[in-house]
Structure formats: structure tokens, C-alpha cells
T-cell receptor, first 116, second 114 residues
Framework: KNQVEQSPQSLIILEGKNCTLQ??????????LRWYKQDTGRGPVSLTI?????NTKSNGRYTATLDADTKQSSLHITASQLSDSASYICVVSVMYSGGGADGLTFGKGTHLIIQP | EAQVTQNPRYLITVTGKKLTVTCSQNMNHEYMSWYRQDPGLGLRQIYYSMNVEVTDKGDVPEGYKVSRKEKRNFPLILESPSPNQTSLYFC?????????????FGPGTRLTVL
């Protein structure tokens, strides 16, 4: 069964500090992995997407890494800001060769709180 | 502005009273989808549509209906809502069915069924 596990469930850090969120998956066959940021009361917004051949992707202060061998990804946030307080969701895709849509498996998210 | 809109944003209703949550996108996207988000369970796909008149079940379709008569609209219908359908609902759209196409999410509809 395809699964995506994220850790920690929640995290509190001080403004200006760095943090790393983890995503482990058992999805097969792997197509790509995307990280979303979801502000409270809003819809998720894509931060990065990585395919099998990519092992790092940056978007400003956000850097995602992917180890396809161990099926692990991380999202590193540098010099955190109050606006980084949100839930971060890892989504792993399966590419189907037929005519249907790709399958998406969502993690439950990490709730990050940045304290001043 | 490119966006996905949902209405209503908040809805409180009673068991058994039919309701429709509308979803519209202005990006000419082919693919649209509905999700529900519950604490501790994350986002789960209800239904999706790959194009006009083409819809398919997601992971949790029971108790829901959808239609795709026009490319821009994808309403979610609850014929007889029950309390276990109390949730936060998101509509999303993307340019195509391949997952490298980014999904754009609407602002969400918080539904409470009493």
C-alpha cells in the first residue's frame, strides 16, 4: 500500500532558527515528490517538486532534498520567519501508464509554529 | 487573476438537507478535483475530473456526487449530508492529469452538518 509518513507532527521553533521536516514514502512506482505549504484556513500552495533524478531543489529559504534510494525527502527552512508558520504537506506521485490521472498520496503534514 | 474560487466558504446545515458547493477556475484547466481535509487524516481525494463530462472516484467518494458540464465548473453535491461529512473541503485544478502539473487549490469550504 502506498504511504507517506511525515515527521514531526508538529514543531515549534524560534524566529530566525533553521529547521528540517522529514517525509518517508513507500510509493511505487515513484514519479515525483512535491512539498506544499498550507497557511491556516487557506488552500495548499506548491513549494517545490522533484523527480527521480533530482536530489535537491530550492525555493528561496526553502530547500527540499530527495533520496530516491532510501525513499526519503526533507524540507529545510533557513532563517525562519513568522510567516513560515503553516502546515507543510509532502505529496508523492505514481505515474500510471494508462489513460488515467497520476495517483497522489498525501502525507498528513507537519504543523510548524514560529515563535518571535 | 488566475484562481480557483469556492462557494460558500462556510456552511452549517442539518442532516439530510441537500447542498451544493460550487467550484470554478479561470485558468482553462482540464483537470479538477475535490478533497476533504480532516484533523489527523490529511487531504483525501473525493472525486476528480480529467475533462468535461469525464469524472471518476477518488479515495472517499461515498455520499458525494460531482458533475463537469463545463470546463471551468466542478460542483460538489451532497444529496443527503450526514455529520461524518463535517470537514474542510478543497477544490483544485491543474493544466493536465500528469502530476508534474501543479495543482492550484481553492480557499476551502468549511462544512458543518448537525
Amino acid at each position: 500500500k502506498n504511504q507517506v509518513e511525515q515527521s514531526p507532527q508538529s514543531l515549534i521553533i524560534l524566529e530566525g532558527k533553521n529547521c528540517t521536516l522529514q517525509c518517508n514514502y513507500t510509493v511505487s512506482p515513484f514519479s515525483n515528490l512535491r512539498w506544499y505549504k498550507q497557511d491556516t484556513g487557506r488552500g495548499p500552495v506548491s513549494l517545490t517538486i522533484m523527480t527521480f533524478s533530482e536530489n535537491t531543489k530550492s525555493n528561496g529559504r526553502y530547500t527540499a532534498t530527495l533520496d530516491a534510494d532510501t525513499k526519503q525527502s526533507s524540507l529545510h527552512i533557513t532563517a525562519s520567519q513568522l510567516s513560515d508558520s503553516a502546515s507543510y504537506i509532502c505529496v508523492v506521485s505514481v505515474m500510471y501508464s494508462g489513460g488515467g490521472a497520476d495517483g497522489l498520496t498525501f502525507g498528513k503534514g507537519t504543523h510548524l509554529i514560529i515563535q518571535p | 487573476e488566475a484562481q480557483v474560487t469556492q462557494n460558500p466558504r462556510y456552511l452549517i446545515t442539518v442532516t439530510g438537507k441537500k447542498l451544493t458547493v460550487t467550484c470554478s477556475q479561470n485558468m482553462n484547466h482540464e483537470y479538477m478535483s475535490w478533497y476533504r481535509q480532516d484533523p489527523g487524516l490529511g487531504l483525501r481525494q473525493i472525486y476528480y475530473s480529467m475533462n468535461v463530462e469525464v469524472t471518476d472516484k477518488g479515495d472517499v467518494p461515498e455520499g458525494y456526487k460531482v458533475s463537469r458540464k463545463e470546463k471551468r465548473n466542478f460542483p460538489l453535491i451532497l444529496e443527503s449530508p450526514s455529520p461524518n461529512q463535517t470537514s474542510l473541503y478543497f477544490c483544485a485544478s491543474s493544466a493536465g492529469t500528469r502530476s508534474y502539473n501543479e495543482q492550484f487549490f481553492g480557499p476551502g469550504t468549511r462544512l458543518t452538518v448537525l
